[in-house]
């Protein structure tokens, strides 16, 4: 029996070279999922916008994911287009955009009350997964004090919906938490508010 709480979020990595060889990344990996007859949801991501139309021809009702780097969305600020980016981006049928963590807060010392890149892809109907979240305390900035919470609870009031972690009980963990305390009319107290007040 399928488990609604269990997806599959798949990158498709380097697919144009691949498929520049003779190994097309693409169909392959629809006909691995369709013979393991899972039946959940599933994201496809990917760097490359080829990829993503293809997987979109062959799956439609697969997500599709954009993902970005900082220097992507620093170019389409610097260049003003970001706006027209996510809305280019929601033209093309693509459900969401994965950026990296630091297009969204460039400073964990001192975090933006809002995200432009947030709410640019938000006012298209995308939805926001920054990547890669990683609870090692040496990958940690020092205004977390070693607590992974404190970042991903960083990110989520900026409004992302989701993240892209290498320690998803970890992830999962600080959304209930966060989630409980706004439900209670709490907020998550961040150490960059203590910082600030």
């Known amino acids: 029996r399928p488990n609604p709480d269990v997806g599959l979020y798949i990158e498709t990595k ?13 169909e392959k990996l629809v006909e691995t999922v ?13 760097f490359e916008e080829d990829s993503l139309k293809r997987m979109q021809e062959l799956k439609p009702e697969w997500k ?3 993902l970005l780097t900082k220097e992507d969305i620093d170019i389409s600020i610097e260049s003003d287009c970001l706006d ?25 010392t001192s975090p933006p009350e809002t995200s432009p890149v ?5 006012r298209h109907g ?3 997964h920054p990547y890669t979240f990683r609870s090692d305390v040496t990958r940690l900035h020092r205004i977390y004090g ?3 919470s404190q970042e991903f609870a960083q990110f989520f009031r900026l409004g992302v919906d989701g993240v892209f972690s290498d320690f998803p009980g970890h992830a999962v963990f600080a959304r209930e938490l966060y ?12 150490y960059s508010d203590m910082l600030t007040n």
Not at 14 to 26: D, F, K, M, V
Not at 118 to 122: D, I, K, M, T
């Open 126 to 128: 995308l939805i926001v």
């Open 118 to 122: 947030v709410e640019a892809a938000h």
């Open 179 to 190: 989630n409980r305390l706004r439900l209670e009319g709490s907020d998550f107290l961040l």
């Open 34 to 46: 369709d013979a393991s007859s899972f039946k959940g949801p599933v994201i496809i991501q990917s």
């Open 146 to 148: 070693g607590n992974a």
């Open 14 to 26: 380097r697919p144009a070279w691949y498929r520049s060889i003779g190994l097309p990344l693409e």
């Open 84 to 108: 027209k980016m996510m809305k280019d981006f929601a033209a093309l049928g693509i459900d969401g955009i994965g950026p990296d963590k630091s297009s969204i807060l460039p400073d964990p």
């Open 64 to 66: 599709q994911v954009k």
